[in-house]
């Protein structure tokens, strides 16, 4: 069964495909700053991308990851309130490798060197509009699903 995601930046949507046919669709959030490729630009690259890691598997629901580790701490509005303006990691991970040489994949255009995930967020609240630092965010409960849906090496194409 070939599994693949679709992320369409200008309907802030993330669609799921099982051998061609969209089995489900979430709403996320993509970069506050728009679409580009370039290191530390907090835009959300383009084009193809495989699913490179699966990150916190088994996980309780708002674990805070940091580094790719889970810090053993559960994000509440407490620690969101002690802490400013952070683009908390939650959950889970599906981190992002480009495939397309010069454009998302070596270099300064590199997705997988320039931490591009797919991940929970706390600002649930801002989904379908572009507000993340250049990951592609979503909510728990649905990266939880997707996670348990998809497999390393999966393709993930990211359109304007």
Known sequence: ??????????????????????IKQYKISTASLGVGQKKDSNKTPLGNHIIRAKIGDKLPKFAVL???RFTHKIWSREIDSASDNVDWILTRILWLSGTEL??????????????????????????GTPSSHGCVRIANEDIIELFNNVSVGDQVEIAE
């Not at 070939?2 to 969209?22: C, G, P, R, W």
């Not at 998302?104 to 989904?127: A, C, K, P, W």
């Open 102 to 127: 010069g454009k998302n994949r070596l270099g300064d255009v590199d997705s997988m060197q320039r931490f591009i995930y797919i991940h929970g967020t706390n600002e649930e609240h801002l989904l």
């Open 1 to 22: 069964m070939t599994t693949k995601i679709y992320i369409s930046v200008a309907e802030q949507m993330l669609k799921l495909f099982h051998n061609d046919k969209t």
């Open 66 to 68: 940091k580094g790719r």
